[in-house]
Every structure is written in C-alpha cells, then in structure tokens.
T-cell receptor
C-alpha cells in the first residue's frame, strides 16, 4: 500500500511539445503529492505539489492534474524545452506520518532541440 | 547560504570497511532523512529522525546506522554488513514531518572497490 507507481520510465519529446508523466498510488491516507526534478549528479528539487482538495495546480509551464477517485496524478510540462531534460519523480505523503514521502521510480525526460 | 551540505561528494571504499557520510543542515529543520538512489528504483528511505537523539528505520535500514546528537547533523554509516553499498546517497530535511516540503542535499556517491 506504500507504493507509488510511475510511468513511463523514459520519455523523449520534441522542443515545444507536451511532456506527460503519470503516477498512481494505493494508500488512501496519502494527502500530499509533490513532484521533484533532478539533474544528473544533483539532489532532487521540489518542482510543484498538490493536495487532494484541488484537481489541478499550475505553475508556469508545469501543471499537476489530480484524480482522487482513480488515485492517480500526473505532471504536464507544456512547451517543453531542452533545459527541462532531467529525471522527474512523483511522490506521496500522509499527514501525521513521520516517514514523509514515498517516491515513484522516476522518469527520465529528454527534450530534443 | 542556507542549505544541506553532504560530504564527501565521492567516496571509494574497500569491501569490509565501514564508511561514514556526513550531512549538515543550517535550515533549523527538525526532521532529517537518508535516502538511497539506484538506477530505475527511485529513492528508498534508509533512516529518518524527527528530533535529536531519536531516529527510526526506513525501508532498507539493514547494514546502515545513524546518529542524531545535534539538530543540524545526521551522519550515516554504511557498515560492512551492507551487501550492495554502491549507490548515490541523499540526505534531506524538512521543517517537521507530516507533509511538508523536504529539501535534499547534493548527494554522495559511494563506490565499493
């Protein structure tokens, strides 16, 4: 029940295209869903996060869509740029849990110029 | 600058030796974490600590040990009992547990030779 399943494992997109990464969870206690961006050799950095009281959150070119009934959430990167090429991790956490976050397995995004 | 400092960045260890990875934060965060990252497997929680002098095992604690004698420090020892220690190790911290943003350090690469 602690798993967070992320797909696809890798994604190649042309510059200007839309990148979509999906995650699914099982634990209904999860109530915090962040996305992290990681460049090679660096630590992950928070990109955007959502709580289940809203179905969508947008920050610039990055949008999280959240479907509580399906227990799924996704990251959309609009107008993808070569500088977006990185590994993206979804995660889920539960309020009151000292364990903090459970991470997906990551998606390696490559944006072609 | 505020942040999380991990050292060393790169470390080589001979089989049978213990090694300690340092993690220091000046963010005044209460909670600290250690994750292990392997290709294709995302981030797995090794240990976490909510307060000084207290820590809990994560999902893959076998072969690792930690201490939390000071709020700002959370060193990780990789012991000789860890069967496959070669990995990228990430330290993180958060203001407190329960769904708050966690911040990561730059990571430490450990290679067993």
């Amino acid at each position: 029940q602690q798993q967070v399943k992320q797909s696809p494992q890798s994604l190649i997109v042309q510059k200007g295209g839309i990148s979509i990464i999906n995650c699914a969870y099982e634990n209904t206690a999860f109530d915090y869903f962040p996305w992290y961006q990681q460049f090679p050799g660096k630590g992950p950095a928070l990109l955007i996060a959502i709580r289940p009281d809203v179905s969508e959150k947008k920050e610039g070119r990055f949008t999280i869509s959240f479907n509580k009934s399906a227990k799924q959430f996704s990251l959309h990167i609009m107008d993808s740029q070569p500088g977006d090429s990185a590994t993206y991790f979804c995660a889920a956490g539960a309020s009151g849990s000292a364990r903090q976050l459970t991470f997906g397995s990551g998606t390696q995004l490559t944006v072609l110029p | 600058d505020g942040g999380i400092t991990q050292s060393p960045k790169y470390l080589f260890r001979k089989e049978g030796q213990n090694v300690t990875l340092s993690c220091e934060q000046n963010l005044n965060h209460d909670a600290m974490y250690w994750y292990r990252q392997d290709p294709g497997q995302g981030l797995r929680l090794i240990y976490y600590s909510q307060i000084v002098n207290d820590f809990q095992k994560g999902d893959i604690a076998e072969g690792y040990s930690v201490s939390r004698e000071k709020k700002e420090s959370f060193p990780l020892t990789v012991t000789s009992a860890q069967k496959n220690p070669t990995a990228f190790y990430l330290c993180a911290s958060s203001m407190e547990y329960s769904g708050n943003t966690i911040y990561f350090g730059e990571g430490s690469w450990l290679t067993v030779v």
